[in-house]
């Protein structure tokens, strides 16, 4: 298991940036995979971002070009840098990892943080 904790979420207008942290109990090179994912009022929750142990990175076609996922191992932490926010990027953005346990997998998620964009 992991504990996950991110921070950096608030209130933006369009077109503003934020950057979004996520530290993690243990060391990154242990985990399978960190994604960020959001999930908007009545919405189900969706990726965003992902960062595979190997250093790959994808992203939802909303966001190519605005987002970008990186990670520091010194600090077992990940990053979400938004840029050219807009009001459809407010959600909740939630952190997570995939870690293996024996065969299986387990999705560990943080708290979340809110992300609102208005205008």
């Known amino acids: 298991q992991v504990q996950l904790v991110e921070s950096g979420g608030g209130l933006v207008q369009p077109g503003g940036s934020l950057r979004l942290s996520c530290a993690a109990s243990r060391r990154l090179f242990s985990i399978k995979a960190m994604g960020w994912y959001r999930q908007a009022p009545g919405k189900q929750r969706e990726l965003v971002a992902g960062?595979?142990?190997?250093?790959?990175?994808n992203y939802a076609d909303s966001v190519k070009g605005r987002f970008t996922m990186s990670s520091d191992n010194t600090k077992n932490t990940v990053y979400l840098q938004m840029n050219s926010l807009k009001p459809e990027d407010t959600a909740v953005y939630y952190c997570?990892?995939?870690?293996?346990?024996?065969?299986?997998?387990?999705?560990?998620w943080g708290q979340g943080t809110q992300v609102t964009v208005f205008s």
């Open positions: 960062l595979t142990s190997g250093g790959r990175t």
């Open positions: 997570n990892a995939l870690t293996v346990v024996g065969s299986g997998e387990v999705s560990n």
